[in-house]
């Protein structure tokens, strides 16, 4: 059935060129093809890669033996996918992702389960953050629990490169790029390539000790209606060269501020926990306003953390303590004055690379904070609680609200 001059929209929503779209639905809908796993084509590598001591990974270094690939066309849709050989993409060199950086990504983590089986943690989550990022800049839409099967199947593919030492695991990092040929200065929802890489990881940070943060505050990761809040492969580069600086003047991560309030750490949320008159304790991040990525551990930890000890009791923490979580801004003075008064006890970090990470001090305009150890050490009992549960969670030792999937 032809269409005269039909209304076109993507499975985003966005219209597309009436030249561009062939597929005419009974009653005269145009559409296009979504994902479908039933299409999914399997070829196996055949010269299959030796895997490395745990000991040796260096994160998002090595790739695994396969990946799953797709690609959009504005007149079929997602085509069939294919888990292949890990190997080059072929792009026109004029394509929207090189030159206006519409591309998007996530962070996923495979664990194996103690029945030998792999294991995602949450990762509705990650699709539906990825759904809504693509949606940001114009790159089309897809069937995110469709996705999710053919990342299962991934993973099963490619499990032999699940470590099975504790806090290691397999990252998934799905990506979409827009590749629509052309300098034109608009939306890539014509043509785009989604590709689920897997690559082992061990710890994310090796130093034992806490991390080091450089508060910053020239220059900007996120500012009011900007992009902060989506996982925009553009949001990362800018911090490229003030992450080098703070690395040449001793810090390990940027503390990323806008005016003097606290966003986020490298990438990652933050967390601070303050002592109250009570006994109990603050633990505080700054609220989803838009400058500020919605992490899934981040959620994670405000969910375990409000549930000590009523709905679970976290390691080594005591049950008579109650942890008051709250979402507001912190700033740069309230840090300093809390420090001074010795009610500031802690400083973290949250994120699916690192999981939880302790901070041992933070510099800002010539002057630090340092946080206080703990019998030695720079983890301080609610970071290092939290670390356990969800590292238990994420691995299937512990059972929590459905959180950790099995791959089946
Ligand atoms: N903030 C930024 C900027 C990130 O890139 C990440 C990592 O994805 C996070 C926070 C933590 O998010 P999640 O816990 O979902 O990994």
């Known amino acids: 059935m032809a269409v005269d001059k039909p209304e076109l929209v993507n499975p985003n929503g966005l219209p597309m060129p009436a030249k561009d779209v062939q597929i005419v639905k009974d009653g005269g809908v145009p559409t296009v093809a979504d994902i479908d796993p039933a299409r999914l084509t399997v070829k196996?590598?055949?010269?299959?890669?030796?895997?490395?001591?745990?000991?040796?990974?260096?994160?998002?270094?090595?790739?695994?033996?396969?990946?799953?690939?797709?690609?959009?066309?504005?007149?079929?849709?997602?085509?069939?996918?294919?888990?292949?050989p890990y190997g080059p993409l072929s792009i026109e060199p004029s394509a929207s992702c090189f030159q206006y950086c519409?591309?998007?990504?996530e962070g996923m983590k495979a664990y194996l389960g103690p029945d030998g089986q792999p294991r995602l943690f949450r990762p509705h989550m990650n699709m539906a953050r990825m759904k809504r990022?693509?949606?940001?800049?114009?790159?089309?839409?897809?069937?995110?629990?469709?996705?999710l099967v053919l990342i299962k199947k991934l993973i099963a593919v490619d499990a032999r490169w699940i470590p099975r030492a504790k806090g290691c695991s397999l990252y998934v990092r799905p990506t979409i790029i827009?590749?629509?040929?052309?300098?034109?200065v608009t939306a890539s929802c014509a043509n785009a390539i989604l590709y689920v890489l897997l690559s082992p990881t061990g710890p994310f940070f090796k130093v034992p000790a806490g991390i080091s943060l450089l508060a910053v505050g020239e220059h900007?990761?996120?500012?009011?209606?900007?992009?902060?809040?989506?996982?925009?492969a553009l949001n990362y580069a800018p911090g490229f060269e003030p992450q080098r600086a703070a690395l040449e003047k001793g810090y390990q991560q940027i503390l990323w501020l806008l005016g003097e309030k606290v966003l986020e750490a490298g990438a990652m949320n933050v967390f601070v926990v303050y002592k109250r008159d009570d006994?109990?304790?603050?633990v505080v991040t700054p609220s989803l306003d838009g400058t500020i990525l919605p992490g899934?551990?981040?959620?994670s930890a405000l969910t375990l953390l409000a549930a000590h000890p009523e709905a679970t009791s976290l390691p080594h923490l005591s049950n008579r303590m109650r942890l008051h979580t709250h979402e507001r801004d912190i700033t740069m003075p309230e840090l300093f004055a809390a420090s001074e008064s010795g009610r500031l006890l802690e400083v973290f970090s949250v994120g699916t690379a690192a999981v939880v990470t302790a901070v041992s001090r933070i510099g800002w305009k010539d002057r630090e904070i340092k946080l206080p150890a703990y019998g030695g050490s720079e983890i301080g009992p609610v970071a290092k609680a939290l670390w356990e549960r969800l590292v238990?969670?994420?691995?299937?030792?512990?059972?929590?609200q459905g959180w950790s999937v099995r791959c089946e």
């Open 44 to 84: 196996l590598s055949t010269s299959l890669k030796e895997i490395p001591p745990t000991d040796d990974l260096v994160f998002g270094d090595m790739m695994t033996d396969h990946m799953l690939l797709m690609t959009f066309s504005p007149s079929t849709g997602w085509s069939a996918p294919e888990i292949k």
């Open 102 to 105: 519409p591309n998007v990504f």
């Open 133 to 147: 990022s693509a949606a940001r800049v114009a790159l089309p839409a897809f069937d995110t629990d469709a996705l």
């Open 178 to 184: 827009g590749t629509r040929p052309g300098f034109g």
């Open 220 to 232: 900007v990761r996120a500012w009011p209606g900007g992009t902060g809040g989506y996982k925009l």
């Open 279 to 282: 006994g109990d304790v603050d």
């Open 296 to 299: 899934i551990t981040r959620d």
């Open 392 to 400: 238990d969670i994420q691995e299937g030792r512990v059972e929590w």
